[in-house]
């Protein structure tokens, strides 16, 4: 979903609300009694570099991925004591048709143009786009591949894994810029 918050409208937002926060949320429900049972299991939530930041005109996207990463952690700390390991997945650019084919666009508002343009690179809402594109970025498989070796690996390990060549620089130029926000702060 690509719109400024202004822009999006209730059904837009519920539905990128219920796809991206509370079916994680309503699958990792249905999962535990089973993993907490046999006092083992792995919960993996794919959430996305978008999960940390927040870009202009994704904020919808930015809410739920940051929706599902708060509860996320909070869940690995309850359920660790069962056994069960809980993994957020950061990923950062993805060969997949997410900023083509399946992107979806709010009506646009024309007061947003010119910073859509600057943000962007378009003011064009859909814009345009080869159909035969993919969005570029680390392939499916090789995401597929991260995923698999962190979850045989028997060590509890980390909570969050960046997959990705871009994911680690995005994710800290957001976290430095908001240690030096707080930092700047520091007399409150």
Do not use: C
Request: overall charge negative; hydrophobic content about 45%; proline content about 6%.
């Amino acid at each position: 979903m690509v719109g400024a918050i202004e822009e999006v409208d209730e059904g837009e937002a519920r539905a990128i609300i219920d796809t991206d926060l509370l079916g994680p949320l309503w699958m990792s429900q249905a999962a535990l009694p089973v993993m907490r049972e046999q006092r083992s299991g792995h919960i993996v939530q794919i959430s996305s570099v978008g999960g940390v930041g927040a870009m202009p005109f994704f904020g919808l996207y930015n809410a739920a991925k940051w929706g599902l990463e708060g509860f996320s952690e909070a869940l690995a700390d309850e359920v660790a004591a069962f056994g069960v390991r809980v993994t957020i997945a950061e990923i950062g650019s993805m060969d997949t048709e997410w900023a083509t084919g399946s992107m979806r666009f709010s009506q646009p508002k024309n007061v947003y143009d010119a910073i859509r343009a600057e943000r962007l690179g378009t003011a064009a809402v859909p814009w345009p786009h080869d159909p035969g594109a993919t969005g570029g970025g680390t392939s499916p498989a090789a995401v597929a591949e991260r995923l698999v070796a962190h979850i045989a690996d028997p060590e509890p390990g980390r909570l969050r894994l960046l997959i990705g060549e871009d994911a680690p620089s995005q994710v800290a130029v957001v976290l430095d810029r908001r240690a030096r926000e707080y930092a700047a702060q520091a007399h409150a």
